[in-house]
């Protein structure tokens, strides 16, 4: 009965402190998925390319990957879609494939998780071809991610 209790409440500890720290980890997965484009999501899903890791900071879960396990792949997609909800829309758009995407990106991630040390295969990883920049509407304070030389383009906002 104590271990159960224990670790009711270590579960309750984490849930409590994704809840507090909700802001900061859609803003760190939006510093994540920065350099993604939409139009970039076909392909990665199809070859199971996952963003690069270095962007993303583990210390404030690394003592906690036992519960970060139970992270169900809903609420990975529900902070993503918060994140990024351009990029949410295109991983959805795929259908199945694109939830076996998700799927995979959990496991890419609990992977590096559990073994910090373990360098990770380059294959696995996309990279950008240009330089991003984040746009953000005056009107609705949403923002995006555009091409740095497509800034000056913007003509109207995309969530209006």
């Known amino acids: 009965m104590k271990s159960r209790l224990g670790k009711f409440g270590s579960r309750f500890a984490f849930e409590f402190f994704i809840e507090t720290m909700h802001g900061q980890i859609v803003k760190g997965l939006r510093k994540y998925l920065a350099g993604i484009q939409p139009d970039a999501i076909p392909g990665m899903v199809r070859k199971s390319l996952f963003p690069p890791l270095e962007k993303l900071d583990f210390t404030a879960i690394s003592d906690n990957v036992e519960h970060f396990e139970k992270v169900s792949l809903v609420r990975l997609m ?83």
Not at 130 to 156: H, L, Y
């Open 78 to 160: 529900e902070l993503v879609a918060e994140a990024r909800p351009d990029l949410a829309t295109a991983i959805q758009d795929r259908g199945m494939p694109g939830a076996k995407y998700i799927a995979k990106l959990r496991l890419h991630l609990l992977d590096q998780l559990k073994h910090p040390e373990k360098e990770l295969a380059k294959s696995t990883e996309y990279e950008t071809k240009e330089e991003m920049a984040r746009a953000t509407c005056d009107s609705c304070n949403k923002s995006w991610v555009i091409p740095k030389n497509e800034v000056s383009k913007i003509g109207e906002c995309p969530f209006l």
